[in-house]
């Protein structure tokens, strides 16, 4: 199996679609939660910092080799711990921009031949390339998740 292609270009309009996305997000809806288990916008933003976090520390790892008993992270208690809701969205904004433009640098100096590292994990290994272009797949599920949601607030919100 052949890892997924990785376009740097495509990568950094994504990066720069979601800030502008964020930047436009109007400060009422930020906090809005639309079902007891659904994210509010504040905790999506979480969950892609610690998204970031994990990933900086995976990638810049494998540049220096192979990684083993490098542990993994579960969303939901990680987002439920950090209290992401409670956080100012200002922070959050700055703190998911600059921390992006950090893993695009990376991103963009992987050396070729860490390309083929592995993260071995129990349900198989997964290459340095593979997870870099699997960070951008689930950074657009999530400006997805996101736009959606913003809608889905705003449309409560008109018919209140």
């Known amino acids: 199996m052949s890892d997924p292609v990785f376009e740097l270009a495509q990568a950094e309009a994504l990066v720069a679609r979601f800030q502008i996305l964020l930047d436009g997000t109007p400060s009422e809806a930020v906090h809005v939660r639309v079902a007891d288990d659904a994210w509010t916008l504040a905790e999506i933003v979480g969950h892609l910092i610690d998204s970031a976090a994990n990933n900086h ?3 810049a ?6 990684l083993d008993d490098f542990p993994g992270y579960d969303a939901e208690p990680w987002v439920a711990a950090q209290q992401y809701d409670r956080c100012a969205f200002s922070l959050l904004k700055i703190l998911w921009g600059s921390y992006n433009l ?25 290459t340095h390339g593979f997870l870099v272009a699997d960070y951008y797949r689930h950074l657009q599920d999530h400006v ?13 919100a008109g018919t209140r």
């Not at 990376?106 to 129990?122: D, K, Y």
């Open 57 to 59: 520390q995976r990638f």
């Open 102 to 126: 950090l893993v695009l640098h990376l991103a963009a100096t992987m050396p070729e031949q860490t390309r083929s590292n592995v993260w071995n994990r129990e349900t198989g290994p997964l």
């Open 144 to 156: 997805e998740h996101y736009a959606r949601r913003l809608a889905e607030i705003q449309a409560l």
């Open 61 to 66: 790892r494998l540049r220096l080799g192979d």
